[in-house]
């Protein structure tokens, strides 16, 4: 008899184990992912010049992909089911053919690329050339460098506006931003703005830039209609990653030095609010609703969950070391933070802002792509 309950106790037990399990692999696979689909981040090494694909349904490093030195820029196509980026030492576009994990192209662009830009439609990639004072269009479906122009002295990157007929390129030596038309790369203007010009984010109905301003702790605020320039707006310590709102109403800036973030009205272009986050809160990426504002602070190995709207903090999510660049999975079931210094991503689940697990990526991790197809 009493082998016969240790029996049943043990099978109960079992079935039990096998509920909670399938109950788990539920909770961590993201809702949205239909059969057949495939989830997968993609992490740029910069120590190894290669980006290592991660599954996010199975939690776990799959291929490890050489693409060239100093891989950075990493964005995930609109509509082509490929993951762009540049090598900045090797003077050239490479993108991955997502379906294979595979180089499928590298482009010559020109010395010391740093980031790329896709027009609206997906059908052109732009790319400003930091050594060669250069900006170039390229035709994703050929692959071929279709417009190149001259910028100012060391051009940062090139943005595209949201309506697709502007390409803004900020000049760092030169203190200008340079507008160029996006089917011709014809120059447009030249606005000068505050030192150091490096990032750029464009308000939704593309009437109004803002550009940071590495060496004057500054937001240059831009007209993109008059193409003037309408105010230099101080801020706390030097402005490091642009958040913008999706309905473009507010800025939110990093500010590393000042252990804060900087809250920018943008319909009065002031700075409205400041908030203390940490030791060095340097990236940062907002949830669809624009309900969450998550940080990453390089110094203290956390994430600081913001609520926007009571301008609150919740609890810190410790992450790893060197926490930088974060990003959101489609569905925003997953949190995703690369860990420079301990060179793994970390895997937040955002439901109860808590650490699911951290997955090892190559050397010195610092940009990130997700990809559903």
Request: proline share 7%; glycine share 8%.
């Amino acid at each position: 008899m009493t082998r016969k309950l240790n029996f049943r106790f043990a099978l109960a037990g079992m079935v039990l184990l096998a509920g909670a399990a399938v109950q788990i692999v539920r909770e961590h696979r993201p809702s949205m992912l239909r059969p057949g689909l495939r989830l997968c981040a993609y992490v740029a090494s910069a120590a190894d010049g290669s980006v290592t694909v991660v599954d996010l349904v199975r939690l776990a490093a799959t291929r490890n992909i050489s693409v060239g030195p100093a891989p950075s820029g990493l964005r995930a196509h609109p509509t082509r089911k490929e993951i762009w980026g540049v090598s900045t030492e090797g003077g050239y576009v490479w993108l991955i053919d997502a379906p294979n994990d595979q180089v499928a192209a590298r482009i010559p662009v020109g010395a010391a690329p740093f980031a790329l830009d896709f027009s609206p439609d997906g059908s052109r990639a732009y790319v400003a050339a930091s050594g060669a004072s250069s900006v170039v269009a390229i035709d994703c479906q050929t692959r071929q460098v279709v417009a190149r122009a001259r910028t100012g002295r060391r051009p940062w990157l090139a943005r595209v506006t949201p309506d697709g007929r502007l390409v803004l390129v900020p000049n760092r030596d030169d203190n200008t931003v340079t507008l160029f038309n996006a089917a011709t790369l014809e120059q447009v203007a030249t606005i000068p703005v505050a030192s150091h010009p490096e990032q750029v984010v464009v308000r939704p109905d593309s009437s109004t830039a803002f550009v940071s301003a590495a060496g004057s702790n500054q937001i240059s605020v831009v007209d993109l209609v008059q193409r003037v320039l309408l105010v230099n707006l101080p801020v706390a310590g030097a402005p490091g990653e642009l958040i913008l709102k999706p309905d473009g109403g507010e800025l939110y800036v990093t500010a590393p030095e000042s252990h804060g973030l900087e809250i920018v009205n943008t319909w009065t272009t002031e700075v409205a609010e400041s908030m203390l986050l940490g030791s060095a809160p340097s990236h940062g990426v907002l949830t669809a609703d624009a309900q969450w504002l998550y940080v990453s602070d390089s110094a203290a190995g956390r994430v600081m969950p913001v609520w926007i709207e009571a301008r609150r903090m919740s609890r810190p999510i410790p992450v790893g070391q060197s926490p930088g660049v974060c990003r959101l999975d489609p569905g925003e079931d997953l949190l995703l933070v690369v860990n420079e210094g301990s060179n793994d991503l970390a895997v937040v689940r955002v439901r109860t802002q808590s650490l699911l697990t951290m997955i090892h990526v190559g050397q010195h991790p610092r940009d990130i792509a997700i990809k559903l197809f």
